[in-house]
Every structure is written in structure tokens, then in C-alpha cells.
């Protein structure tokens, strides 16, 4: 079975950091492009970043850009989501999910999500 499992997520203070994780499982995880989203109440969901495992290719949406960094351990079949001076603005649940290559780098579209993670972060 394809699972996603995302941890890491909780209360923070504004400034500080939290390291999100996604361990994947039951797909060629070199195959396929791991994208964080993340949904803030009353909001819609958004991309936040996504990375290729096979070649390192990473995006970023502009309001991250310079405080999070997408990473990739292939031997883990993990993604981590280094998250540094965090805002009250990036309070959400946090979501990963993943996309076949054939859909292109960083694609719209996702085949298999997480459960959510928790990010609150206080002002």
C-alpha cells in the first residue's frame, strides 16, 4: 500500500523553526516528485515546495522562499520541510503528497496525499 506519512508539526513561537518529515512507502519513490502543501482555516490548500529525489530539482512559492528548505533522503524514502523564522502567516496543516515524474516536475497534480500535521505558529 502507498502511505505517506507526514510528523513534525506543533507550536512554535514567530521566529523560530520546525522540521516537518514525510516518510513515503509502497511506490519507486525515485519515480515520483514529493510536494508539501499546506491549508490554513477558512483558506485554500497551496503548494509550499516540492523536490525531485531523482535529480534534486526543488521549487519554492515566493512567501517561503530564503526561510524553507525541501530536502530529500533517498535511502529513507524520506522528505523533510526545514521550516526557519516562522510566521503567524504559515499557521496551517501541513500536508505531503506525491506525483508520478510523468506528470512533470513539481506538477499540478498529486496521486497520493498524507494525513496533515499540525503548524501553529504563535505571535
Known amino acids: 500500500d502507498v502511505q505517506l506519512q507526514a510528523s513534525g508539526g506543533g507550536l512554535v513561537q514567530a521566529g523560530g523553526s520546525l522540521r516537518l518529515s514525510c516518510a513515503a512507502s509502497?511506490?519507486?519513490?525515485?519515480?515520483?516528485?514529493i510536494a508539501w502543501f499546506r491549508q490554513a482555516p477558512g483558506k485554500e490548500r497551496e503548494r509550499v515546495s516540492c523536490?525531485?529525489?531523482?535529480?534534486?530539482?526543488?521549487d519554492y512559492r515566493d512567501s517561503v522562499k530564503g526561510r524553507f528548505t525541501i530536502s530529500s533522503d533517498n535511502a529513507k524514502n524520506t522528505v523533510y520541510l526545514q521550516m526557519n523564522s516562522l510566521k503567524p502567516e504559515d499557521t496551517a496543516v501541513y500536508y505531503c503528497?506525491?506525483?508520478?515524474?510523468?506528470?512533470?516536475?513539481?506538477?499540478?497534480?498529486?496521486?497520493?496525499w498524507g494525513q496533515g500535521t499540525l503548524v501553529t505558529v504563535s505571535s
Open positions: 503528497a506525491s506525483a508520478s515524474l510523468l506528470r512533470g516536475l513539481c506538477p499540478i497534480e498529486y496521486d497520493y
Open positions: 509502497g511506490f519507486a519513490f525515485d519515480d515520483y516528485v
Open positions: 523536490i525531485s529525489s531523482r535529480d534534486g530539482f526543488t
